[in-house]
């Protein structure tokens, strides 16, 4: 009996020890979005993953629908989303609320709705913003949102792609401030946007808040005085039935959450912008915070 007992006993500690290989052995499919903060965001969730014994692979999607589509899928296990950009452009919402109103709101929707759920943000709120050129708007006069709208009508705007279509971006913003409409609105790589500004190709640019060229360029961002914007606290999501499936991941996932403030994107971002890797970028991050070693 004690003979038995001990056999079973062993056979159980090997199923358990080969279950756990095979947890370590599957591979993490991770998403991002195509511009640098979004491949910093995914290069840091792989190396903080595999820090902890997991294989990761990371790829590279566009917008928020297409990468949202992925997970629900199970094309892809995890990636950071905005919580701004799933009250606006998933869910269609433009009412704002407060930072932990849209998180509570999003999170309720995607578990009940799609079988997704949010984990803990990672600290920082990339919000879109307006910019300028300093000498533009100091001759004209213009602080805010408001102020701009009287010359707009002069002006040529530049926005990434969803920008330019998303409730949430220039579209609700024209309804917002009323009267605002630009002399011509061109979707472009978000990225090349700062260049066509800085070289007069353009008057007005969307942008992000942790973008650390707006500084470096001498822009001037203007102040969203009706606060249509929502906010954009970035945050690790996954299938409800993945969570469950693998607590070990989930865990390491939320260990991210709250480390990182605007101002250490805005360098982060530079950093990349100005030629450095993403997953070196994403490594440093880890390391400035007592992640990794």
Not at 42 to 48: F, H, L, P, R, T
Not at 63 to 86: K, N, P
Not at 183 to 198: F, N, S, V
Not at 222 to 227: A, H, I, M, S, V
Request: hydrophobic content about 40%.
């Amino acid at each position: 009996m004690k003979k038995r007992l001990f056999l079973l006993t062993a056979i159980m500690l090997i199923l358990l020890s080969f279950a756990g290989c095979q947890k370590k052995d599957q591979v993490v499919q991770i998403a991002h979005k195509d511009y640098t903060e979004q491949r910093i965001t995914g290069q840091m969730i792989a190396v903080y993953l595999e820090s902890k014994g997991f294989k990761t692979e990371v790829s590279e999607l566009s917008g928020t629908l297409l990468c949202y589509t992925a997970l629900r899928q199970g094309d892809v296990d995890v990636y950071a989303e905005f919580t701004g950009s799933a009250y606006g452009a998933i869910f269609d919402q433009t009412e704002i609320l407060g930072v932990q109103e849209t998180y509570d709101y999003v999170k309720d929707r995607c578990e009940k709705e799609h079988g997704i759920t949010w984990l803990k943000p990672l600290g920082w709120n990339n919000t879109f913003i307006l910019a300028m050129r300093a000498e533009d708007a100091a001759e004209k006069g213009i602080t805010n949102v408001s102020t701009l709208v009287p010359y707009a009508a002069d002006y040529v705007i530049g926005c990434d792609d969803e920008f330019i279509i998303r409730t949430d971006g220039l579209p609700g913003l024209k309804i917002a401030y009323e009267g605002l409409s630009f002399k011509q609105e061109i979707p472009m790589d978000q990225g090349l946007t700062y260049a066509a500004l800085r070289n007069g190709d353009l008057d007005v640019i969307s942008a992000y808040s942790t973008d650390g060229r707006i500084a470096k360029y001498d822009l001037v961002t203007l102040t969203d005085d009706k606060n249509f914007f929502p906010p954009y606290f970035v945050t690790p999501i996954v299938r409800m039935d993945y969570a469950e499936k693998n607590p070990e991941i989930i865990a390491a996932l939320n260990d991210l959450g709250g480390r990182w403030t605007d101002e250490d994107m805005q360098r982060y971002n530079l950093m990349v912008d100005e030629g450095a890797d993403a997953r070196e970028i994403a490594t440093l991050m880890l390391r400035d915070v007592g992640l990794i070693d």
